[in-house]
């Protein structure tokens, strides 16, 4: 009995291995010859890199996802989006309810974690409707585009690419197979559809509705839409969304607005490519523009939400915007000379301003440490300019999947930095730590307190 504790893993192990088996799952099946077309060898590099991005729900990709892999390929790449999407956890609390096994406390434990919610017998309620939320999503999704793919593409091939195109948009994955399919041109994106309404706008809603997190559905549907009712959490989360999406859709309409790349483009049609702008960074890695065209401004707002991200236990990646309220307001509590951290007529506990506070130094680090090992490694290639760099690196802590075209550029040992930065952004930078540094105190021992000089 002692000797089977002693190995038990931990609820963070847990939670990080699935990720990591998932991916080296789909690393294998990617490898196999059934996987590309025209009989071109993927090396183990690019089968990992594309399956952690794929996983982690990223859409960094070595190569154009539609002229390399086979639809058997596409269609293994689809299922990793929609796993890493839902969660692993989702996958175990479904085969947990296939076979008929009751979970024991330990899984509920991790399951908790997973899915982001308090209470244990909340959870089996919580995970039906998630699965039938993302059921629903993903299918209204796939009929909206099926419209426009079915005219252009044919009903066969055109249902596929809305059910491919629904899934990673709501996952917040942003791999497409638009490369070739309108000429020979790859890593497209959506460029082809930047002033479609239909088209833009329900990706965009996809995206939105994905990386608000499960939770916030759970609570909507809960309290029935009556906002009074809502968890502080939905309440945040549903405030930051719209005034970031709003903000940033002005800002990037006022730092593009004289960018001769939309000189074309009326203000109805700008409007919208500065919407899909907002929204995309937010996780998602779909692109209506050729994102090398931004103006200064523009490359750094881009940079900034990426970096932000969407809402805690949802498809999205990011430190998230709770990690950035509960900042924002712990140095208006220190500003104001306060003890503790106020919102309305509630408390957050001091304990999240620490470890919201270790996310974003912890991101932060890593993602200036992989610039300056990337910029290093790549100094002769003449594409990793600072620039192009550090929008990947960002991208990829973030799980977006924007690109400036940078990664099937890069040597071997740049995309393993590139892979670790995916996998720490998708399973959290506290999941990580806690997994493989997490030490068991007996007793707690309380050092004497010093103090240093701070500003």
């Given at each position: 009995?002692?000797?089977r504790?002693?190995?038990?893993l931990?609820?963070?192990?847990?939670?990080?291995?699935?990720?990591?088996t998932?991916?080296?799952?789909?690393?294998?099946?990617?490898?196999?010859?059934?996987?590309t077309?025209?009989?071109?060898?993927?090396?183990?590099?690019?089968?990992?890199?594309?399956?952690?991005?794929?996983?982690?729900?990223?859409?960094?990709?070595?190569?154009?996802?539609?002229?390399?892999?086979?639809?058997?390929?596409?269609?293994?790449?689809?299922?990793l989006?929609?796993?890493?999407?839902?969660?692993f956890?989702?996958?175990?609390?479904?085969?947990?309810?296939?076979?008929?096994?009751?979970?024991g406390?330990h899984?509920r434990?991790?399951?908790m974690?997973?899915?982001?919610?308090?209470?244990?017998?909340?959870?089996?309620?919580?995970?039906?409707?998630?699965?039938?939320?993302?059921?629903?999503?993903?299918?209204?999704?796939?009929i909206?585009?099926?419209?426009?793919?079915?005219?252009?593409?044919?009903?066969?091939?055109?249902?596929?690419?809305?059910?491919?195109?629904?899934?990673?948009?709501f996952c917040?994955?942003?791999?497409d197979?638009?490369?070739?399919?309108?000429?020979?041109?790859?890593?497209?994106?959506?460029?082809?559809?930047a002033?479609?309404?239909?088209?833009?706008?329900?990706?965009?809603?996809?995206?939105?509705?994905?990386?608000?997190?499960?939770?916030?559905w759970?609570d909507?549907?809960?309290?029935?839409?009556?906002?009074?009712?809502?968890?502080?959490?939905?309440?945040?989360?549903?405030?930051?969304?719209?005034?970031?999406l709003?903000?940033?859709?002005?800002?990037?309409?006022?730092?593009?607005?004289?960018?001769?790349?939309f000189?074309?483009?009326?203000?109805?049609?700008?409007?919208?490519?500065?919407?899909?702008?907002?929204?995309?960074?937010r996780?998602?890695?779909?692109?209506?523009?050729?994102?090398?065209?931004?103006?200064?401004?523009?490359?750094?707002?881009?940079?900034?939400?990426?970096?932000?991200?969407?809402?805690?236990?949802s498809?999205?990646?990011?430190i998230?915007?709770?990690?950035?309220?509960?900042?924002?307001?712990?140095?208006?509590?220190?500003?104001?000379?306060?003890?503790?951290?106020?919102?309305?007529?509630?408390?957050?506990?001091?304990?999240?301003?620490?470890?919201?506070?270790?996310?974003?130094?912890?991101?932060?680090?890593?993602?200036?440490?992989?610039?300056?090992a990337?910029c290093?490694?790549?100094?002769?290639?003449?594409?990793?300019?600072?620039?192009?760099?550090l929008?990947?690196?960002?991208s990829?802590?973030?799980?977006?999947?924007?690109?400036?075209?940078?990664?099937?550029?890069?040597s071997p040992?740049?995309?393993?930095?590139?892979i670790?930065?995916m996998?720490a952004?998708?399973?959290?930078i506290?999941?990580v730590?806690?997994?493989?540094?997490?030490?068991?105190?007996?007793?707690?021992?309380?050092?004497?307190?010093?103090?240093?000089?701070?500003?």
């Amino acid at each position: 009995m002692e000797l089977r504790r002693k190995h038990k893993l931990t609820a963070w192990q847990y939670l990080s291995l699935g990720y990591l088996t998932v991916i080296i799952i789909g690393t294998i099946l990617l490898c196999l010859p059934f996987a590309t077309k025209n009989g071109e060898n993927t090396s183990f590099t690019n089968a990992l890199f594309t399956s952690t991005s794929a996983t982690c729900v990223t859409g960094l990709v070595p190569y154009d996802t539609n002229t390399h892999w086979t639809i058997l390929g596409q269609v293994v790449i689809l299922a990793l989006i929609q796993l890493g999407g839902l969660g692993f956890m989702t996958l175990v609390t479904l085969i947990f309810q296939l076979i008929g096994k009751n979970m024991g406390m330990h899984e509920r434990k991790i399951l908790m974690l997973s899915a982001g919610e308090e209470k244990r017998n909340e959870l089996k309620r919580l995970f039906k409707r998630l699965l039938l939320g993302t059921l629903i999503f993903e299918s209204l999704g796939a009929i909206l585009l099926s419209v426009r793919f079915t005219q252009e593409l044919g009903a066969g091939k055109g249902i596929y690419y809305a059910v491919w195109h629904s899934v990673s948009a709501f996952c917040n994955a942003g791999f497409d197979l638009m490369g070739g399919v309108f000429g020979s041109d790859k890593f497209v994106s959506l460029t082809r559809y930047a002033t479609d309404p239909l088209v833009s706008l329900t990706v965009c809603a996809l995206i939105i509705t994905g990386g608000l997190g499960f939770c916030v559905w759970d609570d909507f549907v809960v309290c029935k839409g009556n906002y009074k009712k809502f968890k502080l959490h939905t309440k945040i989360v549903l405030i930051f969304t719209a005034v970031l999406l709003i903000s940033s859709t002005l800002l990037f309409l006022l730092f593009d607005y004289r960018n001769p790349a939309f000189a074309n483009y009326s203000f109805g049609e700008r409007l919208l490519v500065s919407f899909f702008n907002a929204v995309t960074p937010r996780t998602a890695g779909f692109n209506t523009i050729d994102m090398s065209t931004l103006s200064d401004a523009s490359y750094l707002l881009t940079v900034m939400l990426m970096f932000i991200g969407g809402s805690s236990a949802s498809t999205a990646g990011g430190i998230k915007i709770t990690t950035l309220f509960v900042i924002i307001m712990g140095m208006v509590a220190v500003f104001s000379n306060k003890r503790d951290i106020e919102v309305g007529k509630r408390r957050i506990h001091n304990t999240l301003l620490r470890q919201a506070l270790a996310v974003f130094v912890s991101c932060l680090f890593l993602i200036m440490t992989a610039t300056l090992a990337i910029c290093f490694l790549e100094a002769t290639n003449e594409t990793a300019t600072l620039q192009a760099v550090l929008f990947e690196t960002v991208s990829a802590m973030g799980t977006v999947g924007l690109s400036l075209g940078l990664t099937p550029t890069l040597s071997p040992l740049s995309k393993y930095i590139l892979i670790a930065l995916m996998y720490a952004g998708r399973v959290g930078i506290l999941t990580v730590a806690l997994a493989f540094g997490e030490k068991k105190n007996t007793a707690e021992i309380r050092k004497p307190v010093d103090t240093l000089l701070i500003g």
